[in-house]
């Protein structure tokens, strides 16, 4: 329970109203200092743009200096786009497969490679491995290997009798294709996170629950899973701000968005707004309703978990 | 005793350098005194290395850069910019919109009207004399006129037709008395030369300008219009485009074309692999086998017609640009007209020299068509298939985005999800409609 301890302390440094030393006033100086340069960063290139682009939604912009309000005109639009609504229907189908899977292939995984055996190290490296090549790398990679007719997947399917299935260029496969990519690009980081969380379980609950003749599954269940609760919340978070928001470089090289719109998430949507069609404006207004989305989502995730606590037993 | 290096050292060093950083920055922002160069977006130059065909063009480009340099005190530099000239590749886009656009730059017939509706190119009208202007081809000329001016020029044309391998058609029992001539002979040709490894005709897939371009003239060789260039009405609810739609859709329904690209859209590679027999393409594809399989026999034909349809194809190719937000948009002009559109002997020998050397497209002027004939790659026999199409070559329409858009989708709708042809092009019917209600800027030819 370190993060409940740390969580005491904090609190303690807080109520404490005594001035402060020398010590502390350098101590504090160079913390600011130390954060600056960060908090520079992210204000620049994060919070500014952000704050612009919400901006932005609520003109009409065309890429060449000509800008002109229209007020919420975007959004009306927004609404009565069918190829805005498609690449929503898209995205869910994309988030509600991608986060779940990733989540138990990645727990699965982590369980796997936390017990010592022979190779466990190459074991772990290679499962990272993936997650740290360029997704437009992988995205190439995995084109090469789902080529129709000669790429090595589909030989593999013609040898089981799929002969003359082409997964990129059938819409329902090809989404299917993307999800399956993601998931294995993905699942070495989320792993690695699962693996932090299990490692911080003390190893005496498991020798207690051995004695009271607990099966690993009761162990799985009474145990690592409670216990992984705060891990569990910072994946299922961060996976579906990154589901979300990535992925474009995944559907730009293997599909460009096709077939028939099939793959076209909606940071893809945006993106082709933007700098396809030259609207900056109507993008915008995109991005800011998908910004307002994740952060529903994130504050609807702390709300259910209690900032991630999953109990009020340390309010 | 070794140095020591704490917290404060390190947030000192780190000041520093930041300042350092700041200084040099600012520095490098100072003026010289010297003009900047004019600079030149391109895909093709400078590369000095890769296949064949890409260095003898990087090396064409470089030469007129060179030229001009050599007499001018304007100088121009090229700026390699890999794949800016697809639509969906940001840089150019977001150059312009931090208003840091190119000087000059390439520009296709799909992406002209954003470019021009955004008010950024130079007429070229003034820089041209008339005899030059009487020089272009009027076909070439047409899809980068606006009103009196001239907004780009074209550099080449390349008019599509079918390609195919030779050893292909041989191994199937077929000879060049099989060409298809029709729609249904095309798929029944296509037909018993697909194997399991081999696609029999292919179609672009990927949605894009580029699927579009390729579908325009399925559309006109039955007499439709995806707009009228007449009455500037969408057209595209007609028997013609939904027999077009429902050609691509067959062709992946009877199995005989891909559902993606082979060999990565490379056709020589498909060709000397055998994944692809016949293939719709350009006359580029000509120089893509000269450099990388000289031997591999292949043919042109063109492109095949519905019943009671009329020979025409489209002819696309990139035209010179020039930003009249630039640094020097006078001599820029100057540049693009003395490169490849004036004249000189000089710019005469450069045109023939792109089209029939380093790459393989026609010209877009009578002059450097002429010229050419004494080229040695001027009697290749696909070259010669290929001027035999120039007659019936249309150009590429320019249409907005939001008009690709729809008619993308279409396509894609009918060839690869199953969509029904005639409720599609109503669907893109309405929605360039409604599109077109407010639309304000060039016209749509």
């Known amino acids: 329970m370190t993060a409940l301890s740390l969580n005491r302390t904090a609190g303690r440094v807080g109520a404490d109203r005594r001035p402060l030393s020398t010590m502390q006033k350098r101590e504090r100086r160079a913390a600011f200092l130390f954060l600056l340069p960060d908090s520079l960063g992210l204000l620049v290139f994060v919070v500014v743009p952000m704050f612009l682009a919400i901006g932005l939604a609520f003109f009409s912009l065309d890429g060449f200096g000509h800008l002109r309000f229209i007020g919420v005109d975007n959004y009306v639009r927004m609404a009565q786009d069918p190829q805005f609504w498609s690449s929503l229907r898209v995205t869910a189908v994309y988030v509600v497969v991608v986060v779940p899977v990733m989540f138990v292939v990645s727990l699965a995984l982590a369980v796997l490679v936390k017990e010592r055996f022979p190779g466990v190290g190459v074991v772990r490296s290679a499962l990272f491995l993936p997650y740290v090549i360029s997704l437009v790398v992988v995205g190439m990679i995995w084109q090469f290997m789902l080529t129709d007719k000669v790429g090595v997947v589909s030989r593999a399917l013609a040898f089981v009798g799929l002969e003359g299935v082409s997964i990129l260029g059938s819409p329902g496969l090809a989404l299917a294709a993307v999800i399956a990519i993601t998931i294995w690009f993905q699942m070495g980081y989320y792993m690695i996170m699962f693996l932090a969380g299990l490692q911080d379980i003390p190893g005496e609950l498991y020798e207690v629950a051995r004695v009271d003749g607990a099966s690993a599954w009761q162990q799985f269940r009474g145990i690592t899973l409670p216990l992984l609760a705060p891990t569990s919340f910072f994946v299922i978070l961060t996976s579906t701000i990154a589901v979300v928001t990535g992925g474009l470089d995944l559907v730009y090289v293997l599909t460009q968005g096709g077939p028939a719109s099939a793959t076209s998430v909606l940071i893809f949507f945006v993106y082709e707004q933007a700098f396809l069609f030259g609207e900056y404006g109507y993008a915008a207004a995109i991005g800011s309703v998908l910004l307002v989305a994740l952060l529903l989502w994130s504050a609807l995730m702390f709300f259910l978990t209690h900032g991630g606590r999953f109990s009020h037993a340390d309010d | ?445």
């Not at chain 2, 029709?182 to 696609?199: C, F, G, K, Y």
């Not at chain 2, 693009?336 to 045109?351: K, L, N, P, T």
């Not at chain 2, 393989?360 to 010229?371: G, K, Q, T």
């Not at chain 2, 029904?420 to 407010?438: G, H, K, M």
Request: hydrophobic share 40%; charged share 20%; proline share 8%.
């Open chain 2, 1 to 445: 005793m070794p140095p020591r290096f704490g917290r404060r050292q390190l947030l000192a060093g780190a000041a520093a350098l930041g300042a350092a950083g700041l200084g040099l920055g600012l520095t490098g922002c100072s003026g010289s005194g010297r003009p900047e160069p004019l600079q030149f977006w391109n895909y093709y130059a400078p590369q000095e290395q890769g296949d064949p065909e890409i260095v003898e063009q990087s090396k064409w480009f470089q030469s007129a850069i060179d030229h001009w340099n050599a007499n001018h005190p304007e100088q121009v530099m090229p700026v390699f910019v890999p794949d800016y000239v697809n639509p969906m590749n940001p840089r150019i886009a977001t150059a312009f919109a931090a208003e840091n656009g190119p000087d000059i730059f390439l520009i296709s017939p799909g992406e002209f009207l954003r470019y021009y509706n955004g008010g950024v190119l130079v007429d070229f009208k003034p820089y041209l004399t008339q005899e030059a202007f009487d020089d272009f081809y009027p076909e070439t000329l047409a899809t980068r006129i606006v009103g009196e001016g001239i907004y780009a020029l074209p550099m080449e044309v390349d008019p599509l037709s079918i390609y195919y391998d030779v050893a292909a058609f041989e191994e199937a029992g077929l000879s060049e008395g099989d060409l298809p001539a029709t729609w249904d002979q095309m798929l029944d040709v296509a037909e018993r030369l697909t194997t399991p490894r081999r696609s029999g005709l292919v179609l672009e897939t990927t949605p894009g300008y580029y699927q579009n371009f390729t579908f325009y003239p399925w559309v006109w060789q039955g007499g439709g219009e995806v707009v009228d260039p007449i009455t500037q009405k969408p057209r595209i609810a007609s028997d013609a485009v939904v027999a077009a739609l429902e050609l691509f859709a067959a062709s992946i329904a009877r199995g005989v074309a891909p559902r993606t690209l082979p060999a990565g859209g490379e056709i020589v590679t498909a060709f000397t692999q055998g994944l692809a027999a016949m293939w719709q393409r350009g006359p580029w594809s000509i120089s893509e086998f000269q450099l990388q399989a000289p031997d591999h026999r292949y043919g042109v034909f063109p492109l095949p017609l519905p019943p009671g349809g009329r020979q025409i194809t489209v002819a696309g190719g990139w035209a010179w640009a020039v930003n009249n937000r630039g640094r020097n948009s006078d001599a820029a002009a100057r540049f693009v007209v003395e490169s490849i559109g004036s004249m000189s002997a000089e710019s005469i020998a450069r045109g023939a020299d792109w089209n029939y050397r380093a790459k393989s497209n026609l010209p877009a002027r009578r002059s450097v068509s002429a010229a050419s004939e004494q080229l040695p790659s001027y009697a290749d026999p696909a070259r010669a298939a290929v001027r035999e199409l120039v007659s019936t070559s249309r150009g590429e329409p320019r249409y907005p985005p939001v008009l690709y858009k729809a008619l993308s989708n279409t396509i894609q709708s009918v060839q690869l999800a199953g969509g029904d042809a005639r409720v599609q092009a109503q669907v893109a019917q309405d929605a360039i409609e409604s599109f077109l209600q407010t639309y304000e800027g060039g016209t749509l030819v």
